[in-house]
Every structure is written in C-alpha cells, then in structure tokens.
C-alpha cells in the first residue's frame, strides 16, 4: 500500500516547496481543497481524516502568517484541531514551528532542551501552538527553523534585493545572528522525516534544523549585495545603514543546534551560500513574470 501523506498548505511559500519536493517522492500525496477540508469547521478535519485516513501530517499552515501582525490565529487553531483530531485518529504529526519560541534566554544558540522564552506575540503564539501539540499528540515532530529564505514570499532576502534593486537605503541590526535556510532546505528535511517515519523511526519531539552557516544580518546583507555587484544587477546604488542596538521585537539569536535530527535522522546540514544566486535569479524571474502580466 502506497503511504498518504497529508498537507496542510500549498498557498504559503513553505507549502510551495514542501509541495514542490513531495511531488519527487513515492507519497500519495494528499492537498484537501477548500470545498474537501474547512477549517473554520471544527468537524470538517476529523471528517476528512477518517475518509483519506493519511500515515501522516505535515503541517505549516499559519507559519507564514505568523510572522505578520494579527497574522497568528490560524497557526494557534490549526495546531489545536490537528492534536485533537491526529490524537484521536492515531496519525503522526511533524509541525513546523520557528526560532521565535526563544530570545529571552540571551543565548546565543539554542538547543531542543532549551526552555522557551519568546520576547513576541509571534514567539508566544509558535510556543502555544508547540505546546497543544505536545500535550494532546505523543507521536509528533515539532521542527523548529531559524531565518527561512526564499525567492517567495516575505523574508530576509526578498525584502533586501526589493531595497538593493530599487536604490533604497537598506537597515540592517549587526547584532542579529541567524543561519538562513532556503525553503526548499527545510522541506528537505522535513520530507527525510517523513521517509523515516515511513520506514518506521519512533522518534519524537522537537529538532532543529538550520543551515551550517551563520551569520549577522550585516554580513548577509554584505554578502547579497557583492552578488549583485559581481553579476551586474544593479542599476543604482544602494547603502546599507547599520543599527547597532539589541532589538525589541526578535531574538537576538536566530541559530538553532541541530543535534537531535543529525543524531536522530542523519541529517546534515547545509550551507546557504551556494543556493543563493539561484534564488536571486528565481526572484528576478518571477519579477519579470509579474510584470508582463500586468
């Protein structure tokens, strides 16, 4: 029998690649439509499990949202209807959850033992969702990710080559520190998960999974901005202005340890430097889409 798997989003940038790489592997993959599975519907979920019945759920609705002002409800519902309704069905879960869970610790990397302290609405609401997971569903993966980026979508890059190409003053925060993580990176891993848990792996709880590259905001913004020097795409000149304050609204330190998913799973990581101008290219080119269509 071929193993369902069951993904919550394919709107998201998140959901895009996860989608992207499932369509590579032998899942039968299912994506409930809208008129399938409504969530604002507390019985359409359990509904809708005991029909497809999946082998598992990769969960990341609400994960880009999350970020956004007001943005977190549906992460929060979604998690709390998805450890009720897994739990009850017996389905294993992996839930996407985020770096933001820490900052009040004043670490400067954060392993999975590590208590949460979020500074933020965002890091609170993440924590919340974790935590409905945790308490309802023993057979869960909670993944947390450090800074996501992507040629989609609203992250640290785009919003950088939006600035950069357009000529705009740049501020970036030299005491953040990260290891930026392509999408299609923590799909990745996500999806080795998933092959795992297939093949039987009784691992459980949270892992962290980063690139092997950390860095300032500074030096990531630096690096961006010599690629675009060195490839020519620049038409005016930028400038980057630096703050040199701890911020008030993001953990000081967005790097995670990765111990339990390399120990766990085997899983390496890897860099983000050599996935960057193929993004930057992709970005330039859904641009370019954009615009002939207007």
């Known amino acids: 029998m071929s193993f369902k798997l069951l993904l919550t989003d394919v709107i998201s940038p998140l959901g895009r690649a996860l989608e992207h790489e499932l369509e590579r592997e032998p899942f039968k993959l299912l994506v409930p439509a809208v008129t399938e599975l409504d969530w604002s519907d507390i019985r359409s979920l359990p509904a809708y499990l005991d029909k497809h019945q999946p082998d598992l759920v990769i969960n990341c609705r609400g994960w880009e949202e999350a970020f956004h002002r007001g943005g ?3 992460l929060v519902s979604t998690a709390r209807q998805l450890a009720q309704a897994c739990s009850n069905a017996r389905i294993p879960l992996i839930h996407l959850s985020s ?3 820490f900052g009040g610790d004043g670490k400067g990397t ?3 033992k590590d208590t949460p302290v979020p500074l933020t609405d965002i890091g609170r609401a993440f924590i919340e969702a974790e935590q409905v997971i945790a308490e309802s569903l023993p057979k869960h993966i909670i993944l947390r990710l450090s ?4 040629a989609y979508g609203d992250n640290l890059l785009t919003r950088l080559l939006s600035a950069f190409l357009a000529g705009a003053s740049v501020t970036v925060n030299r005491r953040l520190r990260g290891a930026p993580t392509a999408l299609s990176d ?3 891993v996500a999806i080795a998960m998933a092959k795992q848990i297939q093949c039987g792996s009784e691992n459980w709880g949270v892992m962290h999974y ?3 590259d950390a860095c300032t905001e500074e030096e990531f913004a630096e690096q961006l901005l010599q690629l675009l020097i060195q490839q020519q795409l620049l038409t005016a000149e930028p400038s980057i202005s630096l703050i040199d304050n701890d911020p008030t609204d993001e953990p000081l330190s967005a790097i995670l340890g990765c111990r339990r998913a390399r120990d766990y799973f085997g899983i ?4 983000w430097r050599p996935s ?3 993004l930057v290219k992709q970005w330039l080119h859904n641009r370019e889409q954009i615009k002939a269509a207007q």
Do not use: F
């Open 72 to 74: 977190q409800v549906a």
């Open 99 to 101: 770096y933001s869970v």
């Open 110 to 112: 954060h392993s999975e």
């Open 147 to 150: 800074w996501v980026i992507g």
């Open 186 to 188: 923590a799909a990745r």
């Open 210 to 212: 980063c690139s092997s």
């Open 268 to 271: 390496q990581a890897r860099s």
């Open 276 to 278: 960057l101008l193929p």
